[in-house]
Every structure is written in C-alpha cells, then in structure tokens.
C-alpha cells in the first residue's frame, strides 16, 4: 500500500478527516466545504505523531537533502516542523502569518542565515496562499526555499498554479484522491458522495452544498 493510502486511512481513524456530504463546513475563507482536515489531531496520538515525523524526515533526507534549516508555518505546522528538525539535527525556525505587534516585531521567528537552503514544513495546503506567504517572508530574509512538505492537500487547481508560480516544489503525505477512495473503501461515505465532493473540489468557492 502507498504512503498516501497508509496515511489518509491513519488520519480517518483518528477522525482527523471529517466528511459531512449534507452538512458542511464554513472555513475561514468564507467557502462552504463538506471537508475538513485537521492534522493537528495527529500530535495527540504518539505512534501517529512518530509517523509524521518519520516520513516527513524521510522525504526531506531522500528529495532535498542539501536543507540547512526547517522551517514551520504558523501555528498548525510548528510542531511538525520541530519535530523534524530534532530528527534532522537542523536548525528550526517558524513563520508568523503576520508580525507579532509587540518587541521585536518579527515574522520569522528563530534565526536564519543569508543563503541558508530552507526546506518548509506545512500541515494543510488548501489555495497555498498562507504555505506561500511564509516561502516569501523566508526568501525576503536572502534564504532559498528548495522545497515543502506538507501532511495534506486538497489538490485545488488554484494551489498548483501558485506553487507553479512561485517555483517552490511541494511534496505531500497524503492528498484529497487518497482520503476519497479510503473513506469510500471503509463505508465512511458512499459512491454517490464521491461525485459530489468530486463537483465541490472542482470549484470550492461557488460550491454552496
């Protein structure tokens, strides 16, 4: 079995992944979703929370191997992000959402160098702006992000374009494919659910359930 499939079914039984077809979600952008991830549940769970941390070195080790420093994304990423630099023996960093009002005033917390290669740790990508915002507060500090990884993704066409964009390569755990056909395998949703997530992920912002 795939990594993608091992860890969408591990996020289910944990009850991470909340798919309600009839009775959606409002995130915090103001889209109606009948999906919603929360890889945070994850820290809960020792065995899974080794897991993540595992993998998320692995990737790092077998596909940027040349990292200097890890960075996380505020708030959901900053322990994943720890826990993999302690595994990696780098340094850490984490990226505010927006400078804290107070002292020093920073966005990245921690220290980075100038030319450091940064390899940035994210818990969701759903459009990528916020995973993307601390790749510019990290090249802005004179750093070079060589890649992300991140637990999940949605898999929005709108988040591909601007990683594109951006020039930042993105690897994921698991993705919206892999947590479909799981929770379709164990009767967590039916055949006919699987169209209409299908039609809401094609266009989120319009989908009003």
């Keep these: ?24 979600f409002t995130w915090a952008s103001g889209w109606k979703s009948p999906f919603y991830c929360d890889n ?18 692995r990737i790092i080790m077998e596909r940027f191997p040349d990292a200097d420093a890890i960075a996380g994304v505020a708030t959901g990423a900053i322990p994943q992000g720890a826990l993999v630099a302690d595994v990696l023996a780098l340094p850490f960093v984490y990226v505010r959402s ?16 100038p030319g450091m290669k940064v390899v940035v740790v994210e818990d969701l990508i759903s459009t990528g702006g916020s995973s993307l915002k601390a790749v510019e507060a990290i090249r802005n ?5 060589i890649g992300m990884v991140a637990s999940y993704t949605y898999g929005f066409d709108v988040a591909a374009k601007a990683f594109h964009d951006a020039k930042v390569t993105l690897v994921t755990l698991t993705n919206y494919e892999a947590v479909v056909a799981e929770a379709l395998r164990i009767g967590y949703i039916k055949e006919a659910d699987v169209q209409m997530l299908n039609e809401w992920r094609r266009d989120p912002a319009a989908w009003q359930g």
């Design 1 to 24: 079995m795939s990594l993608e499939k091992i860890f969408a079914a591990k996020l289910l039984k944990v009850k991470a992944i909340k798919l309600q077809p009839t009775n959606p």
């Design 40 to 57: 945070r549940k994850t820290l809960s769970y020792p065995q899974l929370r080794t897991f993540v941390k595992t993998e998320i070195s």
């Design 98 to 113: 927006k400078p804290k009002d107070h002292g020093l005033e920073n966005l990245i917390e921690g220290e980075l160098k």
């Design 141 to 145: 500090n004179g750093c070079d992000v």
